[in-house]
């Protein structure tokens, strides 16, 4: 079964730090895709990124990184510079092959402090 | 905006009442999803459609039920309401097959209470 874990579930930040969340994720299929969604204060769910589980090359999108290490199961997510409009909860999902249903972790609450 | 659109925004019902929610999915997009997002299930998977046909189904309840048309359009059905069947409830629809595992695209989500 596919099973994603958000350990921190609140984290505060100040304004221009930059700040990290960790994804680790379980499944025994040898090809899978994981995302990042980011939902802000307003409620809807906005995508950020997608990444198959052939494609280890970190990424990086403007404040955002990615980093995917298959070898720690996990796929990290930090943003760089923190601005206010980043405090949203954040959270990672996995679909295994074969199979689109998302299973996603519980999130991380993101709040940046002016 | 993500393209995907769902009504109502917020529907408050009484226990036992039957209510639909509605979305219609991206243009062009053939999948469609529903997740339920609780305080204390967090977000799950209930069921996918793709181009009017089932494909997959979560933890879906039995007084639950879902449908795609052949306008691509779908509902979720939500019968014999209980105080634990409020939560916010997301379509998403995806382009591709089943099998190609594209990003899903969320609506705003519809809001349940259950009074």
């Known amino acids: 079964a596919q099973k994603v874990t958000q350990a921190q579930t609140e984290i505060s930040v100040v304004e221009k730090e930059d700040v990290t969340l960790d994804c680790v994720y379980e499944t025994r299929d040898t090809t899978y895709y994981l995302f990042w969604y980011k939902q802000p204060p307003s409620g809807e769910l906005v995508f950020l990124i997608r990444r198959n589980s052939f494609d280890e090359q970190n990424e990086i999108s403007g404040r955002y990184s990615w980093n995917f290490q298959k070898s720690t199961s996990s796929f990290n997510f930090t943003i760089t510079a923190s601005q206010v409009v980043d405090s949203a909860v954040y959270f990672c999902a996995l679909s295994e092959y074969g199979n689109n249903r998302l299973a996603f972790g519980k999130g991380n609450q993101v709040v940046v402090i002016p | 905006d993500s393209g995907v659109t769902q009504t109502p925004k917020h529907l408050i019902t009484a226990t036992g009442q039957r209510v639909t929610l509605r979305c219609s999915p991206r243009s062009g997009d053939l999948s469609v999803y529903w997740y339920q997002q609780s305080l204390d299930q967090g977000l799950q998977f209930l069921i996918q459609y793709y181009n009017g046909e089932e494909r997959a189904k979560g933890n879906i309840l039995e007084r639950f039920s879902a449908q795609q048309f052949p306008d691509l359009h779908s509902e979720l059905n939500l019968s014999s309401l209980e105080l634990g069947d409020s939560a916010l409830y997301f379509c998403?629809?995806?382009?591709?097959?089943?099998?190609?595992?594209?990003?899903?695209?969320f609506g705003p989500g519809t809001r349940l209470t259950v009074l």
């Open positions: 998403a629809s995806s382009a591709g097959t089943s099998a190609t595992h594209n990003e899903q695209f």
